[in-house]
Each structure stands twice: as structure tokens, then as C-alpha cells.
């Protein structure tokens, strides 16, 4: 059984950067697939990036590409989302997700927003 803890979020201003950490215990993270979502206040979560466990390829939806880099460090058992360029419209719950056929693990959130 698997534990995620994100960790990172804060209060930022507009154009700042913050990384996120979600760091595994109870299991390693090397074979799983990492996402990384988000939830806004009165919106649907959206999953944002995520990473595969067999080469360490990366995707990034549009609004968050050329901003927000997804990685992980599977000897520290932690995957990380580097945030750049923040803009408001990125405030929100940020959760980190890792799935493996058939579990999928959740972890509790960290609040990141941005504002002036």
C-alpha cells in the first residue's frame, strides 16, 4: 500500500515559480505511471502531466507545456512538478496520482495560488 505526499504549495505572485514534491513510502514509484492534476474552486480535477515508468517520457496538456516540467527521481522515490511563469488561472488543489494495474493511489493535496 502506497502513501503520496505533495508537498510545495503556497501563496505566489504572478510570473514566480514553485516546485511540488510528491514523495512515495509503502511502495517504490519506479514501475508506476505519475500524473499530476489540479482542482480549482468549483471545477472538475484535471489531470495536467504525467510520466511514464518505462522510459520517463513526459506529457504536458497545452495550457501548462513550456511552463510546468514533470520529473522524477526514483532513488529519492519522489516525483516533482516544476511550476515557472505562474499565472493566476493556475490556482488550485495540486494532486499527485500513481497508477499500476489495477491500484491507483491518491495523494492529499497541496494548495497552490497565485496572486498579487
Known amino acids: 500500500q502506497a502513501r503520496l505526499v505533495e508537498s510545495g504549495g503556497g501563496l505566489v505572485q504572478p510570473g514566480g515559480s514553485l516546485r511540488l514534491s510528491c514523495a512515495a513510502s509503502?511502495?517504490?514509484?519506479?514501475?508506476?505511471?505519475i500524473g499530476w492534476f489540479r482542482q480549482a474552486p468549483g471545477k472538475g480535477r484535471e489531470g495536467i502531466a504525467c510520466?511514464?515508468?518505462?522510459?520517463?517520457?513526459?506529457y504536458h496538456v497545452p495550457s501548462v507545456k513550456g511552463r510546468f516540467t514533470i520529473a522524477r527521481d526514483n532513488a529519492k522515490n519522489t516525483v516533482y512538478l516544476q511550476m515557472n511563469s505562474l499565472k493566476p488561472e493556475d490556482t488550485a488543489v495540486y494532486y499527485c496520482?500513481?497508477?499500476?494495474?489495477?491500484?491507483?493511489?491518491w495523494g492529499q493535496g497541496t494548495q497552490v495560488t497565485v496572486s498579487s
Open positions: 496520482n500513481a497508477f499500476r494495474w489495477p491500484t491507483n493511489y
Open positions: 509503502g511502495s517504490t514509484l519506479d514501475d508506476y505511471a
Open positions: 510520466i511514464s515508468p518505462i522510459d520517463g517520457s513526459t
